[in-house]
């Protein structure tokens, strides 16, 4: 069965301007996290959704956003980029966190 | 908070084992996991055990668990150059709102398998 898919692999965005990252679960699963991965910091939570509904949102500014549509896609949204956003963004998927979370091979954003 | 610790490198010669150590603070763990993260690649979940087991074996995967020190190990046997890649642990905490919804993970290990 077809994986997390991600989109864009590879973004390249000027500081100030915005940014959507796409997100789609593997078929079946409803809850969908989203991770930043930075080399200083590591893997840091950013969201996660359930049917819709933000669940939890980890210790980042409101300049991240983000939603889940009704067939469990996501997106998430950055604002106001600034240079310490450049990461690598992953996304998971799972059916119930006890199963575990399949990931995606992420979105690198680079802001210049 | 809670904390997921690992030490960040190892390494091994191929055809030996490995061992990759891992320590949590998490009292209320109820699941644990290993990734593994190739070079310009997403994470891939290797294996799991629930905090009521003390070991779970896979292929060439062994975890142990060791609840009372908070310490979770993975052991690779037959170690191959394919196998060089970070691997994280990661410790899945239960959402305020309900459900398990977070994993906190460690900075990786780092494993280099040389001939």
């Known amino acids: 069965k077809a994986g997390v898919t991600q989109t864009p692999r590879y973004l390249i965005k000027t500081r100030g301007q915005q940014v959507t990252l796409s997100c789609s679960p593997i078929?079946?699963?409803?809850?969908v996290s989203w991770y930043q991965q930075t080399p200083g910091q590591g893997l840091q939570f950013l969201f996660e959704?359930?049917?819709?509904?933000?669940?939890n949102k980890g210790n980042f500014p409101g300049r991240f956003s983000g939603r889940q549509f009704s067939n469990s896609r996501s997106e998430m949204n950055v604002s106001t980029l600034e240079l310490g956003d450049s990461a690598l963004y992953l996304c998971a998927s799972s059916f119930g966190g006890a199963y575990g979370y399949t990931f995606g091979s992420g979105t690198r954003l680079t802001v210049v | 908070g809670e904390d997921v610790e690992q030490s960040l490198f190892l390494s091994v010669r191929e055809g030996d084992s490995s061992v990759i150590n891992c320590t949590y603070t998490d009292s209320s763990s109820t699941y644990l996991y290993w990734y593994k993260q190739e070079p310009g690649a997403g994470l891939q979940l290797l294996t799991y055990i629930f905090s009521n087991m003390d070991m779970k074996q896979d292929q060439r995967l062994t975890v142990l668990l060791n609840k009372k020190d908070k310490h979770l190990s993975l052991r690779i046997a037959d170690t191959q150059t394919g196998d060089s890649a970070i691997y994280f642990c990661a410790d899945l905490l239960a959402g305020f709102s309900g459900g398990y919804n977070k994993l906190i993970f460690g900075a990786g290990t780092r494993l280099a398998v040389h001939p």
């Open positions: 959704y359930f049917s819709e509904t933000q669940r």
């Open positions: 078929s079946g699963h409803r809850s």
